[in-house]
């Protein structure tokens, strides 16, 4: 069994920032990919950031230049160090991450429960 568990939302002014924290634990034999996924009121889920084991980087283009992912391999942890937010920041943000629990297994993608970001003055 895998679990993520996020940390790290709150309430910031426009121009403020934050940092989010995911840590995944239990079964874990490979973790590769891990990101961070936003859902707004209304709308539909959408990728903010993605990292794979290597350190390759992908950003939604709403948010580049202002966030930054990052992790700790041997914590099995994800971060998304968020600068310059926005009112259009605010949602609810999901940690995600594709885990092998044995190596003859495929990778599975497991979501944590999600951490609300408001930005609002």
């Known amino acids: 069994q895998v679990q993520l568990v996020e940390s790290g939302g709150g309430l910031v002014q426009p121009g403020g920032s934050l940092r989010l924290s995911c840590a995944a634990s239990?079964?874990?034999?490979?973790?590769?990919?891990m990101g961070w996924y936003r859902q707004a009121p209304g709308k539909q889920r959408e990728l903010v950031a993605t990292?794979?084991?290597?350190?390759?980087?992908n950003y939604a283009d709403s948010v580049k230049g202002r966030f930054t992912i990052s992790r700790d391999n041997a914590k099995n942890t994800v971060y998304l160090q968020m600068n310059s937010l926005k009112p259009e920041d605010t949602a609810v943000y999901y940690c995600?991450?594709?885990?092998?629990?044995?190596?003859?297994?495929?990778?599975?993608?497991?979501w944590g429960q999600g951490t609300q970001v408001t930005v609002s003055s």
């Open positions: 239990g079964s874990i034999f490979r973790n590769n990919a």
């Open positions: 990292i794979t084991s290597g350190g390759s980087t």
């Open positions: 995600n991450a594709k885990i092998q629990v044995r190596h003859w297994t495929l990778e599975n993608q497991y």
